[in-house]
């Protein structure tokens, strides 16, 4: 980075390169490529502390393998485990589905080694959970996508591996009644809660046409709480919070519980699969408003594309909504219709346009959606403190 | 603000003033005091989002008043709940006792509204649990002690009041014993625990003289666990962790539970209490090295100072140590050995001078026991780009 840094060679350094945004991918031409990939040590786990060490290099799932025999688990987790790396994870602040239970990944980092543009290295790798000493200066690498340093090594908190998780399947008439169950969850369930995801119809009839006794919903919740205190009162909890509903069924078993989170995890695979084209969004916004959202979008489209289909699913209780639309074919003006519908909504209610995907080079223009002119503005200034001669990551983030 | 900018007047931002290291009090003379007291407006509290917004002179208290018809809490609470003041907790990234359950004050903050030194605004204020847009600035502000900017208000997700805790207080003879019972605790109570604080039999010694049927201990740890779920469910998992230890006693009724959380909160007051001096440390460490720690002072004072007594109590599964010295009458030299002793022993552990006070005025010279020479330059530079002049709360953090 110190010869990069002299000679104003643009660097893109790359985790496992598994992004949604573009953001570890060279797109210019002239940039050397850092790959972490080599930098795969595991340092230390210190089972009382629940602390795990590493180099930005680890693959997700090997540190989770190496964890396993101590009853230890990382607190994130996603659909690209097997080659997304930990280096990356931090640099993005990935989300997933341990969120809800975890909080996000940046609120686990207890430390980190950065390489700075110039060379010069800040090692701020301590593994305590409080210090209060001075500006927290993890937090302006942790999410900022490459473009201020280099992330070479991770401190991270762990939580426990858990012996028991119970899951159930809502299906539910009214939007309002899925935004009711968040805080009826909260309260029946409380601290065990593991996961709420949510879906509509759409998503429903592409992802299965499996009978599941619920009849035809508008909207689904999938419920897991997961702890260490026996199945039967985990199970006592979940019957408790379900006999508020009418429509809902219960799983317990290994088989059950992978089928229900089949339902939700099929839904972006079977758009894949479908012939055409699928225009993805991902956004956050007060749980209120995801279906106000959705059916805003399909209204702009429904008039010029009939063939255009519209799903919505996500992590509601982050607020987190994946938006999706279908057609047959790419379509420019489609992308353009839904963006700026959908964008426009999220200036209005001050949403997210990437609640976990990051900025990278794809969403750089549109940053001012979500942030104020005051932020970029602050935003610039960082990155010239950091990198004057913008060599890491050009064009990313702020573009 | 950008009056004092212009004309180079030095100010100091002030909540509740209830800080421990000098941060809201001026104390060169030519500074003006702002006082957040005014700005005490509650805007808003969504339920369905559990965030409360409001500006930063609302007192703790006041706030968790507010929340109670709701069924919310602060994710904070400390002794000075009557009259700290939310910006001030914010501004100090302030700990307490709810830390362990709800992570740092920090992580549930979701937005902030901060006036720059030269009077800028910077709008940060939104509620959603999840965004990846960019570098997270409000990061920046929380925990900087009033340096980098004046925060006037806040989103901070908010926990549920919870129906049922139960508490129990165990005795150890030996602080391995202690350590070790942090993971049983995690694998027996998971998510349920609400509290993990420890005391050494000194401090037991001058805060009770109570018989708890324990006999006489080394150690003692006070564990608590808090949920919706019903009290028994709850006291099932209390019993099947105090099953572990010969040594136990167990509350559920509000009475026994007040009275062995006394013996904790005792422990401060009757060092008040005492006649003589009290020296007060709040610093982290991995929870294996407090007794070390402790024992390396006691060992550094006792020859010299015979008459000095030391006392370890704290947030254990934090890694937060509160250690307290006394002796009958202030002595500097004390001071300094105890001091000189207790950093270097920080120093050479990666440990934090400070784990939720703070720097301010008092721990300025000492930051670089805890933060390296490129970090201290990192925040020096940073703020020089936020305040160029030094007129926000100069000398503190940074001298």
């Keep these: 980075l110190k010869y990069c840094h002299e000679q104003r060679v643009p660097v893109v350094p790359q985790g496992g390169n598994t992004g949604m945004v573009g953001g570890s991918v060279p797109h210019r031409g002239d940039e050397v490529v850092l790959s972490l990939s080599r930098m795969n040590k595991i340092h230390s786990f210190d089972p009382t502390n629940a602390v795990i060490q590493c180099q930005s290099g680890c693959i997700l799932d090997n540190l989770n393998e190496y964890l396993r025999p101590y009853g230890y688990v990382m607190p994130l987790d996603l659909g690209s ?20 239970r975890y909080g996000s990944l940046r609120s686990n980092i207890l430390g980190l080694k950065v390489v700075l543009a110039n060379g010069d290295t800040i090692d701020l790798l301590n593994t305590l959970r409080k210090d209060n000493t001075g500006y927290d200066l993890k937090h ?17 908190a762990t939580p426990m591996l858990l012996a028991n998780s119970v899951t159930a399947l809502l299906g539910l008439d009214y939007y309002e009644d899925a935004v009711a169950a968040l805080s009826a969850a909260r309260n029946k369930l409380g601290e065990s809660i593991a996961a709420i995801e949510y879906w509509d119809s759409a998503s429903m009839r592409i992802s299965s046409t499996t009978q599941l006794g619920l009849g035809d919903c508008r909207f689904y919740l999938l419920v897991e709480v997961a702890s260490n205190m026996n199945l039967e009162s985990l199970e006592d909890r979940m019957m408790d919070f379900l ?7 219960l799983a317990t078993d290994e088989g059950k519980k992978k089928s229900l989170w089949k339902l939700r ?24 408003l995801f279906n106000q959202a959705t059916l805003m979008v399909q209204h702009h489209l429904a008039a010029e ?43 209005l209610h ?20 979500s942030k104020s002119e005051k932020a970029i503005a602050t935003m610039r200034n960082l990155k010239f403190l950091f990198d004057p001669y913008n060599i890491l990551n050009p064009n990313k983030v702020l573009n």
């Design 140 to 156: 302006l690498f942790i999410g900022s996508e490459g473009t201020l340093g280099v992330i070479t090594d991770v401190c991270v």
């Design 243 to 249: 006999g508020m509903y009418s429509k809902g069924v």
């Design 81 to 100: 485990s097997g080659s997304c790396q930990i280096g990356g994870n931090v640099a993005t602040n990935a989300g997933g589905i341990r969120f809800l």
């Design 265 to 288: 995890e099929n839904i972006p695979l079977a758009l894949k699969g479908m012939n055409g084209h699928t225009y993805k969004y991902d956004v956050s916004m007060s749980p209120h």
């Design 350 to 369: 001050r949403g997210s346009i990437s609640a976990e995907h990051g900025i990278g080079v794809l969403k750089a223009k549109h940053l001012n959606v």
């Design 305 to 347: 594309y009939p063939h255009a289909q519209v799903f919505q699913y996500g992590h509601l209780a982050d607020g987190n909504l994946h938006l999706n639309i279908w057609s047959p074919t790419f379509d420019q003006e489609i992308k353009n219709l839904a963006e700026s519908t959908l964008y426009e909504f999220l200036r």
